[in-house]
């Protein structure tokens, strides 16, 4: 991955040049390639970049596991990925893939099945698309 | 917002508890309603959050800039949410916005104009929906 340039060319070149933060990481969104709904937002250090980048399926890092991760190694729900796009300021990537079973490992098949209300003062959440594809219990069981 | 709880309450309950990191954040995937195109990903701190579920109009918070950010507010090109959605761990959030002109400061309508490419063991980028809906100079100039 190429040395970090100016402004304008970071935003208006076409040299991929991600720009990691301090705990060198950089944000993924990713979208089902086909409802173009919001599956998930997750993280990926240079080496999870690298994988997803050569392999055409997500890879991650978790930060709160500390690892690099290949989405679905557990449950079997992989990533294929169709297309990645980096944004202006390249510290974040958006993903359009082609979700097998579900994202969330929650078992829905989007980690945003709660939408976020307001009134009177009060903000609550509700449920929204949040059946269940799979059940957590089973596929995540040692 | 409610003091923290448990995971299963965080994950399958109905309060508000959104997840700021150690920096005081939570990221935010902008998406289009109409045409369900990632806009752009951005932060919110407590106050950007809050000052968003009260106006029904996307609020930031600029790490660089280090300050609250109302989107459009130099610009014109302001966020009117539709839908807000909060994800399992409640540190992530997606908004649903009519987005008036463009969400990117360069003045295309997405961040996202540029796809990642790779052949030969090299990744470049090259512009998709690139069109620029706005001339930055002049919607930026003091």
């Known amino acids: ?9 970071i935003e208006e070149g ?9 705990a060198g990481l950089v944000t993924c969104v990713a979208t089902d390639a086909t409802t173009s709904e919001v599956l998930m937002v997750a993280h990926m250090n240079e080496e999870a ?3 997803t980048i050569a392999s055409g399926e ?15 190694e557990t449950s079997g729900h ?5 297309e990645m796009r980096m944004d ?3 510290d974040a990537i958006w993903i359009r893939v082609e979700q097998s079973g579900a994202a ?3 078992g829905r098949r989007s980690c945003f099945y709660r939408r976020i209300d307001s009134g009177e003062g009060r903000t609550r ?7 269940k594809v799979f059940d957590p219990k089973a596929v995540y069981r040692k």
Chains 1, 2 share one sequence.
């Open 88 to 90: 202006c300021d390249q």
């Open 49 to 51: 970049l690298r994988k």
């Open 14 to 22: 076409l040299a991929f040049q991600p720009k990691f933060d301090a």
């Open 125 to 131: 959440l509700s449920f929204v698309d949040a059946d």
């Open 58 to 72: 997500a890879w991650y890092y978790s930060r709160s596991r500390k690892s690099l991760w290949r989405k679905g």
């Open 104 to 106: 969330c490992h929650t």
């Open 1 to 9: 991955m190429s040395t970090p340039s100016g402004i304008n060319d």
């Open 78 to 82: 992989v990533q294929r990925v169709v």
